[in-house]
């Protein structure tokens, strides 16, 4: 197997692959660093069924990959149970974006770097997605153009909406403070349910930094360390959206969170 530079390289090389009956083909290539030390990849899960859904839309809305600009229909594979849980997602970013005005009155496109990689991980059993692109009627958020690092206010906002849309939806999401190999897109898996907000990970911890950088107005450095002054503006922010319950512990309360949190910044506005 050759070594790949980026995931760009490999489907140059690799081409459109389709799946086969034996499900043994690749569709993506997904960011090279799916989980830290303090997150380690769970063990022992199954690949049963990791190709067992095969589709071209999320409920209705067309899915693409992109390479270099070039928008490709591919066929894109992963378990019943994720698809279900990508419908999921997908209905929740209609609902909350919508509030946001015309410019989100329907969703036009996804674009991704894959779901099912023959690979060890999230993407082998099925259970991943690399979004690059969330495309609308009238807006697009595209973590494919580095918008996490974006010298716009409002591009940084609605990025870190869909980001917390995901957040919610899916337990391990990686962004582009995470590390370089998620700089290009958001992964978000199901490999760790249910869905709350850890101190101790450092993928839930950039994310709440960058955050509140964005919509409050802290100045925290974004580095996965969560301390005081972290504690603090999270405690401001949640105090703002007007969460209560302990986001650290339950579902319901950081669901919350980060559906709040996204309506903001689809609506580019400050909490």
């Not at 999401?173 to 907000?197: E, F, M, N, Q």
């Not at 969560?226 to 319901?252: I, P």
Request: charge should be positive; aromatic fraction near 12%.
């Amino acid at each position: 197997m050759p070594e790949f530079r980026s995931r760009r390289d490999f489907f140059r090389l690799a081409g459109a692959a389709t799946a086969v009956a034996a499900g043994a083909a690749v569709l993506g290539t997904a960011g090279s660093a799916e989980a830290s030390p303090s997150e380690t990849f769970p063990s022992g899960l199954s690949t049963l069924g990791a190709t067992e859904k095969a589709f071209t839309s999320i409920d209705g809305v067309p899915i693409y990959y992109d390479r270099n600009g070039s928008l490709q229909r591919l066929t894109f594979y992963c378990t019943n149970t994720f698809y279900n849980r990508l419908v999921t997602w997908k209905r929740r970013l209609v609902a909350i974006s919508a509030g946001a005005g015309s410019a989100y009155s329907s969703l036009s496109y996804f674009a991704t770097a894959g779901t099912y990689v023959n690979k060890p991980g999230a993407h082998g059993l099925g259970r991943a997605i690399d979004i690059d692109q969330v495309v609308w009627s009238g807006a697009a958020c595209r973590p494919i153009n580095l918008e996490y690092n974006s010298s716009t206010l409002s591009v940084r906002r609605r990025y870190l909406a869909l980001d917390a849309v995901t957040r919610g939806t899916f337990r391990y999401v990686l962004d582009g403070w995470y590390d370089a190999a998620h700089r290009d897109h958001i992964h978000a898996d199901d490999t760790a349910l249910p869905t709350v907000c850890l101190t101790s990970s450092r993928s839930d911890t950039v994310f709440v930094q960058a955050t509140c950088n964005a919509f409050i107005g802290s100045s925290l450095a974004v580095d996965g360390a969560w301390g005081s002054l972290t504690q603090t503006a999270f405690a401001t922010a949640s105090s703002r959206l007007g969460v209560t319950g302990d986001t650290h512990t339950s579902s319901t309360a950081w669901i919350t969170w980060t559906e709040r949190a996204a309506a903001r910044g689809f609506a580019n506005q400050a909490f």
